[in-house]
């Protein structure tokens, strides 16, 4: 090697020394090496080391937007403990961790796309919003699914259009997805989606819509009395309970109607749905029931209501 | 002279290509015993707003991979069906000679391991391959054929036929592997080990460490995945049934011989053979072919052939590590013998290559490592034991385990005890299906006590046995695992996963006939799935006890069925959590009892007998039903009650 050579070499060495660049690069590592072996703790895979996982990931939330280069590269894990502990810290960490996860959404490796997708409704980050509607019809139907459950976590409604428009998916897994966002969404346009999902071919569309009702509330009451007459179970059964629920008074003598139905199950409901709003014909129906009933379903909803009461 | 038997078998490959994945017919008619379970359970789903078309799984909750089983997304799809496996195998046995339900379960079994994304079945291939053996035949005949002459003709044919027949199975065996380089395949056959054998000093090591040990057990997982992929399965269960099939064909000879009270002459010269009570011993190319007479004999090397006529033998046998496809047969027929292993994958143990271990008669040992009775990795390994008070010991791996391939321990008599410590007594891993028969006898099952659950308990260990099937998560779909008692008072007892249970895409099953039986476990038991897979524990007849901790006696946990289903008997179960029909993460767990007056004990009545916990933003499904009798409660039920919990969403009916 000349000596030319070896002076340049020796003055770009010297630089990097007084720039600090070698010191930093050691900081770095120091600073993966930390994340990393506090993230091991933070999984709490391990009995022996359970107690400490809280503490790792409280320390891994604090270090916030430090950790989360190191944290990004973990996206990639197959481990389903890694990935909810990825999603708890990142979402502790919050918005300083938003656009570095958004920048992930668009990995080639799709179950990295999947797990940057549910960091963001954790997060809850309303600049999210706009990339997540772009995986609403994707070919996979768990992303599709996801990006429902994250717009709906972060509950901005501009996403309202492309979430309902999923409560027609072909995969249940996406309408029970999107009947939960609708609702967290808390929006009356979504009520006739979830009406119509009371219906759906999968128990968990029909509880989710269910759920979903009551949390847009009063406006969801005369649409569920419409179903009172016009559904059968299991629609009515959860009709019925939905209205119980919302304890709103006007529904007491619709109720009381079905505790004169032929099907046990409908008369059981009703009978719950009466005790839940409490009101006072609902609860003397349900003692002079007590006389007459012999189906044991009834008679334990019966029994379990009246109980409550006391 | 061998036509006659070619008859058979090709007859018998027209009754195999009959499917085998339990047809929609049948799960209808899974519940025609008369006992009203359908009607009960479309009551107890009607109040939990629910109905029995709601019952379902997808088996696409994550990419398929390369390994899943057809039949596994068949009930994953209908997983209400998934009783009907049992009494769809339960039939074909009882349908089987007494010889077939010995030697032809890996045909029996063949369809099982369908995979889903490979479009060609285990189509059994025609037998024109054995014309290519000749010059093997030829060989052995001008090397040792004035011998084998002076041999008996029962016991000539039978050496020579599975010699052929071992010469066959490892040609065919080989090219399972045809898609893989040398290399390929020497990488799998060095690692898939590696990841099914625990350490005992694991409970010792850091997190670091075993995070490090972990990722590096990733990384063999993935890299092998391809090449695991390129192996071709059927190829290496017709290899082994073809073997296991000569060995059914040799068995009436050898008995006939026994039955003329014969006094072979000893045709070997060395005179610690003719101590040894050899009458015969042949150095081939596959090994070395013996024959021992009726005096305790000894063995050890690594004999392709031994056919022991009785006496009380004790055996040492090693694997020749040097002979890649070995296979080998041993036929033990009299006298109370014992097997010790030197290493591991022997005695009825294939390991790219199969073997068959037949015993007959007398109260035999069996102590072994890993990978040994009734165990195939990328083979087909068979242990046959007839009768007599048998004592089974291993490690990991065996006692019917199987993975890329099957492994069967069948006992047909005596009052056994089987006792191992990880993946074994009906044990089904990728591509595999492990299973223990055992039809008759007081038995005990025993498995756990070596390797520590490092993940969940300081004082716990993990089993996954007994009725167990595994899948690598998430990368490779689980297999198989069956645990089928016929009657005999039992005890089972293992620790962390057990007993009717599985783990990733897998199915697991336990059934015992009849009997009084007693299961003991503590979590992820009796009748429980983990992780989108089917666990059942069915129990026919007999007043049975059941006990467990938790995630146990019909829970399903994350997408998977976990089914405990009692027929009839005043049966008890006990319980702390999570147990007695109880769902988690959207799993279903049901715990039937058509019969008799039973007792259902819990100390948590939060998450039990009927209990169903919300996750993914909607519920699980926890069912108890108990069909008819006088039964007790401590926890939510009643006697002639019906009942729901506040959960999502849990049911019990006593009628």
């Not at chain 1, 044991?296 to 009461?309: A, G, N, R, T």
């Not at chain 2, 089983?69 to 069906?81: G, K, S």
Request: overall charge negative; hydrophobic content about 35%.
């Amino acid at each position: 090697m000349s000596r030319a050579k070896l002076f340049i070499i020796c003055l770009f060495g010297v630089f990097l020394a007084e720039s600090g660049y070698c010191g930093s690069l050691s900081e770095k590592d120091d600073l993966k090496k930390k994340v990393d072996s506090l993230f091991v703790l933070a999984c709490g895979g391990l009995e022996k080391y359970r107690d400490q996982a809280q503490p790792a990931e409280s320390m891994l939330v604090e270090m916030g937007e430090k950790a989360v280069p190191y944290l990004l590269e973990k996206l990639t894990t197959q481990s389903a403990r890694e990935k909810w502990t990825l999603i708890r810290i990142f979402g502790k960490i919050g918005e300083s961790a938003a656009i570095p996860v958004i920048g992930r959404l668009d990995s080639e490796d799709k179950d990295e796309t999947k797990l940057a997708i549910r960091i963001l409704g954790e997060i809850k980050d309303n600049r999210a919003v706009e990339p997540l509607i772009r995986f609403l019809n994707k070919e996979d139907y768990n992303i599709r699914s996801h990006a429902c459950e994250s717009l709906g976590k972060i509950g901005d409604t501009t996403a309202f259009n492309d979430v309902s428009s999923r409560m027609e998916d072909s995969v249940e897994v996406v309408r029970k997805s999107a009947a939960v966002a609708l609702g967290n969404m808390k929006d009356v346009r979504g009520i006739p989606f979830l009406v119509r999902g009371l219906s759906d071919h999968h128990f968990s569309v029909r509880m989710s819509s269910a759920n979903s009702l009551l949390e847009i509330s009063e406006p969801a009451v005369k649409p569920l009395l419409f179903l009172l007459d016009h559904s059968a179970p299991p629609t009515l059964h959860l009709a019925i309970e939905s209205l119980g629920r919302l304890k709103d008074k006007k529904t007491v003598p619709p109720l009381l109607e079905k505790l004169k139905d032929e099907d046990w199950a409908t008369r059981a409901f009703a009978v719950e749905a009466l005790a839940e709003i409490g009101d006072q014909r609902g609860i003397l129906a349900i003692k002079k029931m007590k006389k007459v009933e012999t189906h044991p379903f009834v008679m334990s909803k019966i029994d379990q209501c009246l109980e409550k009461k006391d | 002279m061998r036509d006659p038997f070619l008859v058979v078998f090709i007859l018998y490959l027209l009754l195999a290509s009959t499917p085998r994945v339990c047809s929609e017919e049948a799960s209808d008619s899974l519940y025609a015993s008369g006992s009203g379970f359908e009607e009960v359970l479309t009551d107890a789903l009607r109040c939990i707003k629910m109905t029995p078309g709601d019952l379902v799984f997808r088996d696409d909750y994550v990419d398929v991979d390369s390994f899943r089983l057809e039949l596994v997304d068949h009930f994953m799809r209908t997983p209400m069906a998934t009783k009907s496996f049992n009494r769809q195998w339960l039939s074909d046995w009882k349908g089987a000679t007494p010889e077939q339900r010995r030697f032809s379960l890996p045909r029996m079994c063949a369809d099982y391991l369908k995979m889903r994304r490979k479009e060609e079945t285990l189509k059994f291939e025609d037998t024109s391959v054995l014309r290519k053996l000749n010059s093997e035949n030829e060989r052995l005949l001008q090397e040792h054929g004035k011998v084998l002459k002076k041999l008996p003709e029962p016991l000539r044919r039978c050496v020579t036929e599975l010699f052929e027949d071992i010469v066959h199975s490892q040609i065919r065996t080989a090219r399972a592997f045809d898609q893989l380089s040398d290399e390929e395949r020497m990488f799998v056959r060095e690692n898939l080990p590696v990841i099914l054998l625990e350490d005992v000093e694991d409970e010792f090591k850091t997190p670091e460490e075993l995070e490090e040990l972990g990722d590096y057990e990733e990384q063999l997982a993935e890299e092998m995945m391809p090449y695991l992929a390129k192996t071709d399965v059927a190829k290496i269960i017709y290899a082994g049934d073809r073997l296991s099939f000569a060995t059914q064909l040799c068995m009436p000879r050898l008995r006939q011989y026994l039955a003329c009270q014969p006094e072979p002459k000893p045709l070997v010269k060395d005179k610690k053979d003719k101590a040894n009570d050899l009458i015969l011993r042949l150095q081939t190319s596959r090994g070395e072919l013996i024959i021992g007479g009726f005096g305790s004999s000894k063995y050890s090397g690594s004999p392709a052939i031994v056919i022991d006529l009785g006496g009380d033998d004790e055996y040492c046998i090693s694997v020749d590590s040097t002979k890649e496809f070995a296979s080998s047969v041993i036929i033990d027929l009299e006298g109370d013998d014992v097997y010790h292993a030197d290493g591991d994958f022997v005695y009825g143990s294939g390991f790219f290559g199969h073997g068959i271990l037949v015993d007959l008669l007398g109260d035999d040992t069996y102590l072994t490592n890993n990978f040994s009775l009734g165990s195939g990795l990328f083979g087909v390994g068979v242990l046959v034991d007839e009768q007599g008070n048998d004592k089974y010991f291993g490690d990991t791996f065996g006692q019917g385990a199987g993975s890329f391939g099957m492994g069967f321990l069948v006992d047909m008599e005596g009052a056994d005890q089987y006792s191992g410590a990880l993946f074994v007594q009906g044990f089904g891993f990728v591509s595999g299906l492990g299973a223990l028969i055992d039809s008759s006898g007081n038995d005990n099952y025993f498995a756990g006590g070596r390797y520590k659950d490092i993940l969940r308990y300081k004082d716990h260990y993990i089993s996954l046995s007994q009725g167990f099937a595994y899948g690598l998560r998430p990368m490779m779909s689980g297999g198989i695992g069956m645990l089928f008692d016929l009657s005999g008072n039992d005890v089972y007892t293992s620790d962390i996963f057990g007993q009717g249970s599985s783990y990733w895409f897998s199915l697991g099953t336990l059934m015992d006939a009849e009997g009084n039986d007693k299961y003991v476990s503590f979590q992820y038991a009796q009748g429980a799935g983990t992780h989108l897979c089917l666990g059942i524990l069915e129990d026919g007849s007999g007043d049975d006890v059941y006990i467990s901790h938790g995630v146990s006696q019909g829970c399903g946990h994350d997408l998977a069925l976990g089914m405990l289903w009692d027929k009839s008997g005043d049966d008890n179960y006990v319980a702390q959590s999570l147990s007695q029909g109880a769902g988690s993460a959207n799993g279903f767990g049901i715990l039937v009892d058509e019969g008799g007056d039973d007792g259902y004990y819990v100390s948590i009545k939060d998450n039990t007998q009927g209990y169903g916990n919300p996750r993914r933003d909607y519920g699980s499904v926890g069912m108890l039903l108990d069909l008819s009798g006088k039964d007790r409660y401590i926890g939510n039920g009643k006697d002639s009650t019906w009942w729901t919990t506040p959960s999502k969403w849990g049911v019990g009916i006593d009628r």
